[in-house]
Structure formats: C-alpha cells, structure tokens
C-alpha cells in the first residue's frame, strides 16, 4: 500500500499558475508510476498526466499538453503538476494515483489514490 497525500491546490485567476505536489510513503514510492486525475462536479474522473517511475516517460492528456508539467522526485517521495494557462474549466478536485502498471491512462490501473486538492479557476 501506498499512502498518498496531496496539496498547493487553491483559488487562482485564469491565466496564472498553480503547483501541485503529492507525497508518498508505504510501498517503495521509487518504483511506482504516478499520475494525476481530475474531477469537475458532475463529471468523471479524468486522466491528466502521468509519469513513469524513472522520471523519463511521460504521458499528458490533450486538454493540458503545453501547460501542465509532471514531475517527480524519487528522494523527496513527491510528484508535482506545474500547472500554467490555468482555465476555468480547469476547476476540479486534482487527484494523485500510484500504479505499479507502466503509465496507463486508464483510472482502474492505479490501485492508491490521495485525498484530493481542489483547484479553482476564476474567470
């Protein structure tokens, strides 16, 4: 099992910024690939990005490709989501996920999840 904690969601303005970060403990944080979801109210849970244990391979939902940025620090047990060109549809409670499963899209795959942080874009 992976515990899985989330934070730096917020109130932001369109246009601005936000960094997301998500801290691990419990199974060895080093081999797991880590990913992002989103949820909007009355909507699914939507695949955001995802990162492959090593750092390297990374995968980006359309919606966010050349805003959002994954990464992750083995050291620390963290991965983030620099979040830049914030939109107001992109207002959702973001949620990080472990999965020992490569880099899929697919939410059934990640067997942890964290609590949530929520992030508001104001127009």
């Known amino acids: 099992q992976v515990q899985l904690v989330e934070s730096g969601g917020g109130l932001v303005q369109a246009g601005g910024s936000l960094r997301l970060s998500c801290t691990a403990s419990g199974r060895t944080f080093s081999s797991d690939s880590m990913a992002w979801f989103r949820q909007a109210p009355g909507k699914e849970r939507e695949f955001v990005a995802a990162?492959?244990?090593?750092?390297?391979?990374?995968d980006y939902a359309e919606s966010v490709k050349g805003r959002f940025t994954i990464s992750r620090d083995n050291a620390k047990n963290t991965v983030y989501l620099r979040m830049n060109s914030l939109k107001p549809e992109d207002t959702a409670v973001y949620y990080c996920a472990a999965s020992v499963a490569g880099v899929p899209r697919t939410r059934t795959l990640y067997d942890n999840w964290g609590q949530g942080t929520q992030v508001t874009v104001a127009s």
């Open positions: 990162i492959a244990w090593n750092g390297i391979t990374t």
